[in-house]
């Protein structure tokens, strides 16, 4: 069974950083692209970034580039996004997905990053 | 990087079929049958329902079904039923920045 935990949100001041971690079972993890999609409270889905499977190849939406790096460690099956320069517009649900078809077959249950002051 | 566009809200009745539609552009929908559509219920995480413009994933319903023509892609939903009630996603390759959302549709159930 696929199962994808996120981890490490919470809150943050404008400004501030945050690593995002989340952990992979259930499937063989290398094999697939991961990505990081967000969703603002009571908005609709935003795709942030996408890694392949090697960690060779990464992509960024517009609205974080330049201030989110997502990363994997593929001995450890985990994914990473580490956030700076944190806005309050990145208020978000972030959740992690499994790359199909640059789409997302499964989806982890999310992690609430809230930026305020 | 601009959102797909899809109507905000589609309502129907139980039992009778309704389609959504999703407008891209030729850069993304329209050049790459790359097109995947995801429900989601309020609290809980998307779940995937069609990828490849028409290819629906093991388990999930022959009521739905995808579509694409030029710059417009479609999620039909036939034979409505109650738990159908959720909000809508499509996404699609786009090249360079690779993935898009369009803004989400609200589906009810009358």
């Known amino acids: 069974e696929v199962q994808l935990v996120e981890s490490g949100g919470g809150v943050v001041q404008p400004g501030g950083s945050l690593r995002l971690s989340c952990a992979a079972s259930g499937f063989t993890f290398d094999d697939y692209a991961m990505h990081w999609v967000r969703q603002a409270p009571g908005k609709g889905l935003e795709w942030v970034s996408l890694?392949?499977?090697?960690?060779?190849?990464?992509y960024y939406a517009d609205s974080v580039k330049g201030r989110f790096t997502i990363s994997r460690d593929n001995s450890k099956n985990s994914l990473y996004l580490q956030m700076n320069s944190l806005r309050t517009e990145d208020t978000a649900l972030y959740y992690c997905?499994?790359?199909?078809?640059?789409?997302?077959?499964?989806w982890g249950q999310g992690t609430l990053v809230t930026v305020s002051s | 990087q601009s959102a797909l566009t899809q109507p905000a809200s589609v309502s129907g009745s139980p039992g009778q079929s309704i389609t959504i539609s999703c407008t891209g552009t030729s850069s993304d929908v329209g050049s790459y049958n790359l097109v995947s559509w995801y429900q989601q219920h309020p609290g809980k995480a998307p779940k995937l329902m069609i990828y490849e413009v028409s290819k629906r994933p093991s388990g999930v319903s022959n009521r739905f079904s995808g579509s694409k023509s030029g710059n417009t892609a479609s999620l039909t939903i036939s034979g409505l039923q109650a738990e159908d009630e959720a909000d809508y996603y499509c996404c699609s390759y786009a090249g360079s920045s690779p993935v898009v959302f369009g803004g989400g549709t609200k589906l009810t159930v009358l």
């Open positions: 997905a499994k790359g199909y078809s640059y789409g997302a077959d499964y």
């Open positions: 890694i392949s499977g090697d960690g060779g190849s990464t």
